[in-house]
């Protein structure tokens, strides 16, 4: 049975910071392509940011230095540092693995907001 479990989210204050992370067992981990989404409210979800398996990262441009993705093989974990939050910065986030098929998480809100 294949899960990716996040954990991580929650409400934080404009500036702040949240780790996420994402666990994935049911899959070989080392071999996949990973990614974070995110839907914020009332919008369609987006890519957020990508980790190949050699770790190599791309970002949208609305987080780019402010958000950083990375990845354990060992620990079948994947990260997202996410820092200097801003308002719209709040949605649900994903992660996913990529590939066919495509396995997604739970979704974690996040919310920023004074």
């Known amino acids: 049975q294949v899960q990716l479990v996040e954990s991580g989210g929650g409400l934080v204050q404009p500036g702040g910071f949240l780790n996420f992370s994402c666990a994935a067992s049911?899959?070989?981990?080392?071999?996949?392509?990973m990614a974070w989404y995110r839907q914020p409210p009332g919008k369609q979800r987006e890519l957020v940011a990508t980790?190949?398996?050699?770790?190599?990262?791309n970002y949208i441009g609305s987080v780019k230095g402010r958000f950083t993705t990375s990845r354990n093989n060992t620990k079948n974990t994947m990260y997202l540092q996410m820092n200097n939050l801003k308002p719209e910065d709040t949605a649900v986030y994903y992660c996913?693995?990529?590939?066919?098929?495509?396995?997604w998480g739970q979704g974690t809100q996040v919310t920023v907001s004074s």
């Open positions: 049911g899959i070989i981990f080392c071999g996949s392509t």
């Open positions: 996913k693995r990529s590939g066919n098929p495509e396995y």
């Open positions: 980790i190949t398996t050699d770790g190599i990262t």
